[in-house]
């Protein structure tokens, strides 16, 4: 088993372990700091992800796709939701920003947004 950035801590990661030591079984870890399942691992590697793999993606001659992040903002315009004052906001639009991502699913992209000069 791989075990990467992660403290063992917590489940599931922790009974994974568990697992990985039973006769036959073995972990390896990539890890920055030390953990106190260090001494299960058959081999630990104190480096950031990144650099591991792209030293193994490197050796392995797999070149390493450039990341491409595309988000959507999405504006709408919609009439005003009915309300019990129907009459006097019959005419009021509603102004809609959503934020979304590559597969059109809904992503925070914004604090705030305000209208208006100030």
Request: proline residues 7%; glycine residues 6%.
């Amino acid at each position: 088993m791989l075990v990467i950035g992660s403290s063992l801590q917590t489940p599931p990661a922790s009974k994974c372990v568990g697992i990985s030591t039973l006769p036959g079984g073995s972990f390896v870890m990539i890890n920055l700091q030390k953990t106190p399942l260090d001494q299960f691992a058959k081999l630990r590697i104190r480096a950031k992800i990144e650099d591991v793999f792209e030293l193994l993606m490197k050796e392995l001659k797999i070149t390493i796709p450039t990341f491409k992040e595309t988000r959507w903002m999405e504006i709408k315009v919609e009439d005003q939701p009915p309300t019990k004052n129907e009459e006097e906001r019959k005419d009021e639009k509603v102004l809609i920003v959503a934020g979304l991502d590559d597969d059109g699913s809904p992503l925070d992209i914004f604090e705030r947004i305000r209208i208006g000069s100030k």
